[in-house]
């Protein structure tokens, strides 16, 4: 019986300092930028406390391949490992950040940050987070399928084709500035994709001109094309961070509808087309 005490207890103390070494390193912030526009660059922070322990490795993955660590015994202390779309720059990483430079679409993914000590407590900790890169838009929308002339009662058919982007442009009609709603004039196209994973969206618009949608002798009609990359929730935490950096971009095509009298007495509807945009995020 005396060995079977004596033996627990050598366990509970054992387990005691394991957990009292485990105490001494703690993680802290993790920032990975959820979002990142193509070609820009991004710092990935990983904060941590080691208290009374020394630290042994910094390690760096991205979706579970390794890309670059830190170990201070280590000559030189700093290492990176070739990965698509991951370039670290070394001059501004260190145990605590890593660099990214001239991101790709393929640097898209989720990046773990692992921290281990020394001896005598070899304690580990990590945490990840994902990162989507974004493709915007070079060009459009551009509308396409206008007459030169309507009668009243005749059918207005237009599409609209966003430009290349990722991921895929939302595309919205308007009609004097109220959003078209009504499934019955949206036609939906398939998303064209394109190499790289690049993708153009179109949406075609169906209506009759009736008297009341003119304002002061004409209909706008525009189409808007926005990317919206919204919130990835891909933290094991449910860490959501708002992004104030990546501003919605949007685009939009007018067409203008005015009326002209015909000589025969029936109304007779003249479009000419102008096309406008409006960015409101710097490519």
Not at 127 to 133: C, P, S, W
């Amino acid at each position: 019986m005396k060995m079977r005490l004596l033996g627990l207890d050598l366990f509970l103390i054992a387990a005691l300092s394991l957990l009292e070494g485990a105490r001494c390193l703690k993680m802290g912030r993790l920032s990975v930028p959820p979002y990142k526009i193509r070609g820009e660059g991004a710092e990935l922070v990983c904060d941590y406390e080691l208290e009374d322990d020394a630290l042994y490795s910094v390690k760096w993955y991205k979706d579970d391949e390794e890309f670059f660590r830190f170990v201070p015994k280590s000559d030189p202390p700093k290492s990176s490992y070739k990965i698509e779309g991951v370039k670290v720059d070394h001059t501004l990483s260190d145990d605590k950040r890593v660099a990214l430079r001239s991101l790709t679409l393929q640097s898209s993914g989720t990046y773990r940050c692992e921290v281990s000590a020394e001896a005598p407590s070899f304690a580990s900790a990590q945490k990840e987070a994902h990162m989507e890169v974004v493709y915007l838009p070079k060009d459009g929308p551009h509308i396409t399928g206008e007459k030169r002339q309507y009668h009243r009662g005749d059918e207005i058919s237009l599409n609209c084709t966003s430009g290349k982007s990722y991921p895929a442009s939302v595309l919205h009609w308007y009609i004097n500035d109220h959003q078209v709603r009504d499934r019955d004039e949206l036609v939906q196209y398939p998303e064209l994709v394109h190499h790289y994973g690049l993708v153009t969206s179109a949406l075609g618009l169906r209506f009759k001109v009736e008297d009341h949608q003119f304002q002061g002798g004409s209909i706008r009609v525009r189409c808007v094309a926005s990317v919206f990359p919204g919130f990835w929730v891909r933290d094991k935490e449910r860490v959501v961070e708002r992004v104030d950096q990546l501003k919605d971009h949007v685009r939009e095509a007018l067409l203008l509808v005015r009326a002209a009298s015909s000589c025969h007495g029936a109304s007779l509807f003249v479009v000419s087309a102008m096309l406008s945009l409006a960015v409101s995020a710097g490519t």
